[in-house]
């Protein structure tokens, strides 16, 4: 945007970098906005103009691109007024730059720093151009907002307004799923995909970090399958029990989130039917999710490659079209309100829309960003700079939510200790 003082409600153009699955969604529901005129969908897929082609809308065109042509995407971002970035990992950072160069909002459902990575020196690095980044997004009143799909993203506006809620907060759990639905999870992974494989199997193998009766406690990205590492979940709207393993860092939300001085225990998980994480130990103690190449017939293989590959051409290892997937978020805050223990929770859970096909990943880490944007639009974010979705309150993205279908539930309840 050109700086956030005038919001015009009409005649704005969009910049869609990505048309993945989660693209897809994101420009469904452009296309369908009143607040948009125009969407520029940049990708370099070579069957971009026959998608396009295909919405018969107006509103969009297809430019195909790669995006790594920084000159070439640095005269398109001129043109528009937002931004939404939903490429895959490594790009994030070098689009907001270019964003910020531009004078133009971005939402991106990535991180702006790999959460992989663990060489200190490249995280202090990233962090100090982070925050020069940050200073000349402020200078510019243009909002950078990265993180804002499903998990992270709603989990984190979730977990803000739960512990808003409480007086004290001492634990905090944060959980996130996308699996089948129960009866659909018919293969040995108890599982489909809804996304980029490999990009799923490098999370399996991300270091973790949670806090628990006080100790800080570091989990190697090979031990997050570990049985001492997973809990299980029974909830009632799910028709088996879910494996919940560490999802990254859950201590660098702490003070996003205000908790960190009375905080005792806090999590971030990921949960899957139950067998799906015996499976995966094996697979990554025997180093199958690797990416240093081994040689075979006289060629080198990176195994995680290998596995997604294999894995991504079985049909059984996706949804088939009258089957459905589910997304879950759930937030468990346990603390003091008005003087009594209470453990407040939220949960949103949806499923996939059969009528459009789009399955609930694509629905709510899609609409999610498009949400983001329409939110900046409207002037309805406080703040520039590079924000944090812990920056967005719950009731500007629930109504939103809930106008595709999405909704949220939450409850509190009395406790009589931890």
Same mark, same amino acid.
């Given at each position: 945007?050109?700086?956030?003082?005038v919001?015009?409600?009409?005649? +704005?153009?969009?910049?869609?970098?990505?048309?993945?699955?989660?693209?897809?969604?994101?420009?469904?529901?452009?296309?369908?906005?009143?607040?948009?005129?125009?969407?520029?969908?940049?990708?370099?897929?070579?069957?971009?103009?026959?998608?396009?082609?295909?919405? +018969?809308?107006?509103?969009?065109?297809?430019?195909?691109?790669?995006?790594?042509?920084?000159?070439k995407?640095?005269?398109?971002?001129?043109?528009?007024?937002?931004?939404?970035?939903?490429?895959p990992?490594?790009?994030?950072?070098?689009?907001a730059?270019?964003?910020?160069?531009?004078?133009?909002?971005?939402?991106?459902?990535?991180?702006?720093?790999?959460?992989?990575?663990? +060489?200190?020196?490249?995280?202090?690095?990233?962090?100090?151009?982070?925050?020069e980044?940050?200073?000349?997004?402020?200078?510019?009143?243009?909002?950078?907002?990265?993180?804002?799909?499903?998990?992270?993203?709603?989990?984190?506006?979730?977990?803000?307004?739960?512990?808003?809620?409480?007086?004290?907060?001492?634990?905090?759990?944060?959980?996130?799923?996308?699996?089948?639905?129960?009866d659909?999870?018919?293969?040995?992974?108890?599982?489909?995909?809804?996304w980029?494989?490999?990009?799923?199997?490098?999370?399996?193998?991300?270091?973790?970090?949670?806090?628990?009766?006080?100790?800080?406690?570091?989990?190697?990205?090979?031990?997050?399958?570990?049985?001492e590492?997973?809990?299980?979940?029974?909830?009632?709207?799910?028709?088996?029990?879910?494996?919940?393993?560490?999802?990254?860092?859950?201590?660098?939300?702490?003070?996003?989130?205000?908790?960190?001085?009375?905080?005792?225990?806090?999590?971030?998980y990921?949960c899957?039917?139950?067998?799906?994480?015996?499976f995966?130990?094996?697979?990554?103690?025997?180093?199958?999710l690797?990416?240093?190449?081994?040689?075979?017939?006289?060629?080198?293989?990176?195994?995680?490659?290998?596995?997604?590959?294999?894995?991504?051409?079985?049909?059984?290892?996706?949804?088939?079209?009258?089957e459905?997937d589910?997304?879950?978020?759930?937030?468990?805050a346990?603390?003091?309100k008005?003087?009594?223990?209470?453990?407040?929770?939220?949960?949103?859970?949806?499923?996939?829309?059969?009528?459009?096909?789009?399955?609930?990943?694509?629905?709510?880490?899609?609409?999610?960003?498009?949400?983001?944007?329409?939110?900046?639009?409207?002037?309805?974010?406080?703040?520039?700079?590079?924000?944090?979705?812990?920056?967005?309150?719950?009731?500007?993205?629930?109504?939103?939510?809930?106008?595709?279908?999405?909704?949220?539930d939450?409850?509190?309840? +009395?406790?009589?200790?931890?």
């Amino acid at each position: 945007m050109r700086g956030l003082e005038v919001y015009d409600m009409s005649g +704005n153009r969009i910049m869609l970098l990505g048309l993945g699955m989660q693209g897809k969604a994101t420009l469904y529901d452009l296309v369908k906005s009143d607040l948009v005129s125009d969407i520029l969908v940049v990708d370099r897929s070579s069957d971009l103009e026959d998608y396009i082609q295909s919405l +018969n809308s107006d509103k969009v065109q297809a430019i195909r691109l790669d995006v790594q042509d920084s000159e070439k995407l640095s005269d398109l971002m001129g043109e528009v007024d937002l931004v939404i970035e939903l490429l895959p990992p490594g790009f994030s950072f070098q689009i907001a730059k270019l964003a910020v160069q531009n004078n133009v909002s971005l939402v991106s459902t990535m991180y702006l720093q790999d959460p992989q990575d663990t +060489n200190l020196e490249k995280i202090k690095a990233r962090e100090k151009a982070l925050a020069e980044l940050d200073k000349k997004a402020k200078e510019k009143g243009i909002v950078i907002l990265p993180q804002f799909g499903l998990d992270p993203g709603l989990d984190l506006v979730l977990a803000k307004q739960a512990v808003r809620e409480l007086d004290e907060v001492d634990e905090l759990y944060c959980y996130g799923a996308g699996l089948p639905e129960y009866d659909d999870a018919d293969n040995p992974l108890k599982y489909k995909f809804t996304w980029s494989v490999e990009g799923l199997l490098k999370t399996y193998k991300r270091p973790a970090r949670i806090l628990k009766n006080g100790e800080v406690v570091d989990i190697p990205g090979d031990e997050i399958f570990s049985e001492e590492n997973v809990h299980t979940l029974d909830l009632e709207k799910f028709e088996g029990l879910l494996e919940c393993y560490p999802n990254g860092d859950a201590l660098k939300y702490a003070e996003r989130l205000d908790v960190k001085e009375d905080l005792e225990s806090m999590g971030r998980y990921t949960c899957r039917w139950e067998g799906h994480t015996d499976f995966w130990e094996i697979m990554v103690k025997c180093r199958f999710l690797d990416e240093e190449p081994v040689e075979v017939g006289g060629k080198k293989v990176s195994p995680i490659r290998f596995v997604a590959n294999h894995l991504q051409a079985q049909d059984n290892f996706w949804l088939k079209d009258d089957e459905r997937d589910m997304a879950m978020i759930r937030v468990e805050a346990h603390g003091i309100k008005d003087g009594k223990r209470v453990r407040r929770v939220y949960q949103l859970i949806d499923r996939r829309d059969l009528q459009t096909g789009f399955t609930a990943m694509q629905r709510t880490v899609g609409f999610t960003a498009s949400i983001g944007a329409h939110l900046i639009l409207e002037g309805k974010i406080k703040g520039d700079g590079i924000l944090s979705p812990t920056d967005i309150h719950l009731s500007e993205v629930s109504k939103e939510l809930k106008d595709r279908d999405i909704d949220i539930d939450s409850h509190i309840e +009395n406790r009589t200790s931890h």
